[in-house]
């Protein structure tokens, strides 16, 4: 991309042309490979790049958006002029002086994926698929999927920032479908982050496929998983969708300025056990929700949300910041230059505790072990939320027992997280893509060993079974 700081000031000049409070531009340019083998074949080996600039201009409670594919300096002045004018904003251009910032923190990349050609990647995901198929005969369906993406992205606004950044991220996820008799249960695992082609040395492709088949089988042979109320324990490993769900998202600024959180106004109250402290940080190296700087130019950073169980602040980007009258956090993303940025979660997660977390399931009687946890729903305004149990076991007497299938997990996340009596010392990620407004973001979100004392289970009641 050869745009230049004159450039950029000039097009944040004509984005004020009109008079605005503040002025932004975001340009990318972004390079992905994607590999995906279905049916015991490669169906898709596709590459491409896509690039285009967005210009947002805020005048006052109003906002302004406009992209464009056009990045010669007309294009990205016509995208000023389109903004701008929308905003509806009063005569008074300045010039934009612009000061370059640089990183205070590094997020090192070992091996750039373009320097692996295809055909490696292409024997990678074929491996991981036959290893998955021969795990078992009743595997009768596996998908591979890989991708390496290379995004460089050039960030000004009319406060005189400038930054100029490069993101490579890469993934890979199985799934496995298992079937016998009418069952049928499926087995998924996925690694990814801010991380070149070292990801698949540090995580094998092979034991991601026997692990994620194992599990399909497992499920195969569980039992229906008993119904009411009882004690739930969370294994690190099963990672922190309950956190992301029940807990971040109303920790996003948008949602509190909207009234539609359950934090909202609650600042400095207690929200969560003592024993809960939670933090959202961008600057982990390696992990799918890091960058040294967010799509605002913003510098990424640690924020304490929960101390001790205490709400100590929210997640926010430019725009919410100014309306509460505090610094962004560095949390303001986009999936791409065609969307505004908004207030999301990187790598959100509970801090450790002091507690053995096997010593946590022998000191349960009865109850359930969750050690991977599906899709979900949650309500942001009052906290309430259903999880699928993706992979989960029976607690007896202290010990792991029999696998169990069909579990849902209920309750409302503010009341859980208040009950929570245990958190082991133990800490563990899982990646996703977190949809929002419609747009995608790559997140990582994690948790310790974790028991709440009593949460609704679904499944079957036990009379019936």
């Known amino acids: 991309m050869q745009i230049d700081r004159d450039d950029l000031s000039t097009v944040l000049a004509v984005a004020r042309r009109l008079g605005s409070d503040y002025a932004d531009i975001f340009i990318e340019e972004a390079h992905t490979a994607q590999i995906f083998c279905e049916q ?9 790049t896509d690039a285009g600039a967005g210009v947002r201009v805020i005048v006052g409670e109003r906002t302004a958006y406009a992209y464009t594919n056009d990045l010669s300096l007309q294009g990205l002045k016509e995208a000023a002029q389109i903004a701008s004018a929308a905003a509806c904003g ?7 002086d612009l000061c370059r910032r640089y990183p205070s923190f590094d997020l090192p990349i070992a091996i750039r994926p373009e320097t692996v050609t295809v055909a490696d990647k292409v024997a990678m995901v074929e491996k991981a698929n036959r290893t998955a198929r021969r795990a078992d005969s009743r595997v009768k369906q596996v998908t591979v999927s890989y991708r390496d993406l290379s995004q460089k ?9 400038w930054v100029e950044d490069e993101r490579i991220r890469t993934n890979l996820a199985l799934n496995v479908i298992t079937m016998e008799d009418d069952r049928i249960q499926t087995g998924f695992e996925s690694c990814g982050g801010i991380i070149g082609f070292e990801l698949l040395e540090e995580n094998d492709p092979e034991e991601m496929a026997i692990r994620a088949a194992e599990r ?5 042979e569980a039992r229906p998983a008993p119904a009411g109320r009882m004690p739930v324990v969370i294994a690190g490993e099963a990672g922190g969708t309950m956190i992301h769900e029940a807990c971040g998202h109303g920790l996003e600024a948008d949602l509190v300025q909207k009234g539609i959180s359950v934090y909202a106004g609650k600042l400095g109250q207690q929200v969560a056990s003592p024993l809960i402290s939670v933090v959202d940080d961008a600057t982990l190296p390696g992990k799918f929700g890091s960058y040294r700087f967010d799509d605002e130019g913003t510098e990424g950073q640690r924020t ?3 101390e001790g169980g205490i709400l100590k602040g929210y997640l926010y980007d430019c725009l919410t910041a100014s309306k509460d009258q505090v610094a962004s956090t560095g949390n303001g993303r986009r999936e791409s230059y065609r969307h505004k940025p908004i207030p999301r979660m990187t ?4 801090l450790p505790g002091n507690a053995d977390a096997q010593a946590i399931i022998r000191d349960t009687e009865r109850g359930l072990l969750v050690t991977r946890m599906g899709g979900g729903q949650v309500n942001t305004a009052n906290g309430d939320f259903v999880f699928e149990v993706s992979d989960g076991y029976l607690i007896s007497n202290g010990q792991i027992g029999e696998p169990v299938r069909g579990a849902t997990l209920t309750g409302n996340g503010p009341q859980a997280l208040t009950m929570v009596d245990r958190v082991g010392g133990d800490l563990s990620f899982a990646i996703g893509l977190c949809g929002k407004d419609g747009q995608g973001a790559p997140v990582s979100d994690g948790q310790p060993t974790i028991r709440i004392p009593e949460l609704v289970v679904g499944g079957i009641m036990e009379e019936d079974q």
């Open 40 to 48: 015991d074949r490669i169906e898709r080996v596709t590459g491409g």
């Open 90 to 96: 009063q005569a008074g251009a300045s010039s934009i």
């Open 153 to 161: 992205v050039i960030m000004a606004n009319s406060n005189g920032g």
């Open 216 to 220: 399909a089988v497992r499920m195969l």
């Open 304 to 306: 304490l949300l929960i």
């Open 347 to 350: 790598n959100t997660f509970i």
